[in-house]
């Protein structure tokens, strides 16, 4: 009954998306040439290699630390200060990456804590954090808090009678890693890769910030520099259209192996890990415990003891704080509705189409635009769009609220 509105929901989507690169491509003067020449510029695979190097670096280094983490974590996970712990690890939805960039570099940077404390720049011979020593850092403190999270729901799917026969036939430690755990943190590993790849891919910001200049600049941040300070749309769309490509690789390769039906559930099961209880075992989590929430969670106690030393009440109370604040609840509550709204739409179709698998993938496709696409080629696009029908001054909320959706 409901199928009949597969088509036209997935056109109105379609077009929705299609409509910032139709803007963009008005613009665009095509020279086959000139882009055959662009694109095998030194400088141009320069920065696609950059791009690739520093956000696979990301995913695999935030990957790694987040197996030990998640298995210390769902060894202990039925106590209430590990599910707080896993909670938070959450805040990387929350926390702006602007925050991270400062966060990095209050503590790491030559000023920083860890400099003042210790002095390790001069006893490792570093002359600047900046480079792709402070990308990394400063994606790995952002991504791998979440691919924790999702480890650890991975692990929490084992069920109950797995560990039991564990027990039953004896298992070590790390049998128990090796013919149990590890078999399902892998089902989702390059999902999880894939994600945060991404992610790194299109990260802004960071790279903007802590990059130390054009020579470790990024897809991106090059899309930015030629589409807003050059204006030259034929290489912003050029290397926009490198990155799309690149991302869905990786994306649909990622859902691709997507498995099981509680991805992104938070809810803990009580089953009771085996070895839990053993000494050695409690005092090795609680070491990796330690280490791991003193260099993943130091960003938000950053934030927190600078807002608490600050004369915040000034900032608080002043009229461009008020003004900024009342327009990020209304641009949040707005795009939140209809994110929730259209979101449940495309739940129900896969949901109705659950027999075609591969409108499933494009329906999950779809939704994972934000992680594909970039976002200055939205507003782009957007903005060229929308000047010929609307005066943009007076509707930029409704221009932020579209490209959030």
């Keep these: 009954m409901y199928k009949k509105y597969t088509i036209p929901v997935l056109s109105l989507f379609f077009l929705i998306l299609s409509l910032p690169f139709i803007g963009i491509l008005t613009k665009v003067n095509y020279d086959f040439n000139s882009i055959a020449n662009f694109i095998t510029n030194p400088y141009t695979l320069k920065i696609i290699f950059f791009s690739l190097y520093q956000a696979i670096l990301s995913a695999i280094i935030s990957c790694t630390l987040a197996i030990p983490l998640a298995l210390a974590l769902n060894r202990h996970k039925n106590h209430f200060i590990i599910k707080s712990i896993i909670s938070l690890c959450g805040f990387s939805f929350v926390i702006p990456s602007i925050l991270i960039v400062y966060s990095v570099i209050q503590i790491y940077g030559y000023n920083g804590f860890l400099n003042a404390s210790f002095n390790f720049y001069n006893i490792l011979s570093i002359d600047s954090i900046y480079g792709i020593k402070a990308i990394l850092i400063a994606h790995v403190l952002l991504n791998t808090p979440f691919a924790t999270r999702l480890f650890v729901q991975n692990l929490n799917n084992i069920p109950k009678n797995y560990y039991e026969i564990s027990r039953t036939f004896n298992m070590s430690i790390i049998g128990n890693i090796i013919k149990l755990e590890f078999p399902i943190i892998k089902q989702n590993l390059f999902t999880v890769f894939s994600i945060i790849f991404s992610l790194c891919f299109l990260s802004f910001a960071i790279?903007?910030?802590?990059?130390?200049?054009?020579?470790?600049?990024?897809?991106?941040?090059?899309?930015?520099?030629?589409?807003?300070?050059?204006?030259?749309?034929?290489?912003?769309?050029?290397?926009?259209?490198?990155?799309?490509?690149?991302?869905?690789?990786?994306?649909?390769?990622?859902?691709?192996?997507?498995?099981?039906?509680?991805?992104?559930?938070?809810?803990?099961?009580?089953?009771?890990?085996?070895?839990?209880?053993?000494?050695?075992?409690?005092?090795?989590?609680?070491?990796?415990?330690?280490?791991?929430?003193?260099?993943?969670?130091?960003?938000?106690?950053?934030?927190?003891?600078?807002?608490?030393?600050?004369?915040?009440?000034?900032?608080?109370?002043?009229?461009?704080?008020?003004?900024?604040?009342?327009?990020?609840?209304?641009?949040?509550?707005?795009?939140?509705?209809?994110?929730?709204?259209?979101?449940?739409?495309?739940?129900?179709?896969?949901?109705?189409?659950?027999?075609?698998?591969?409108?499933?993938?494009l329906l999950l496709l779809f939704s994972s635009m934000i992680i594909i696409i970039s976002p200055i080629i939205f507003s782009l696009g957007y903005f060229i769009i929308l000047q010929n029908f609307i005066h943009l001054f007076y509707y930029k909320l409704f221009v932020v609220i579209l490209i959030n959706i």
Aim: proline share 2%.
């Design 207 to 361: 790279v903007m910030a802590l990059g130390g200049g054009p020579r470790n600049s990024t897809l991106e941040v090059a899309i930015y520099q030629y589409a807003l300070f050059e204006l030259n749309f034929d290489k912003a769309i050029i290397l926009s259209l490198i990155q799309i490509i690149i991302c869905l690789f990786f994306v649909f390769i990622g859902f691709f192996k997507l498995k099981g039906s509680n991805f992104f559930e938070i809810e803990i099961k009580s089953n009771d890990h085996p070895h839990k209880n053993y000494k050695l075992i409690k005092i090795i989590d609680f070491l990796i415990i330690t280490f791991f929430i003193i260099f993943l969670f130091s960003p938000i106690v950053i934030l927190l003891t600078d807002f608490i030393n600050s004369d915040f009440s000034s900032i608080i109370f002043s009229i461009t704080f008020l003004k900024a604040f009342a327009n990020s609840i209304l641009i949040s509550i707005i795009t939140g509705t209809l994110v929730s709204v259209i979101g449940f739409i495309i739940s129900c179709l896969i949901i109705i189409n659950y027999k075609n698998i591969l409108l499933q993938q």
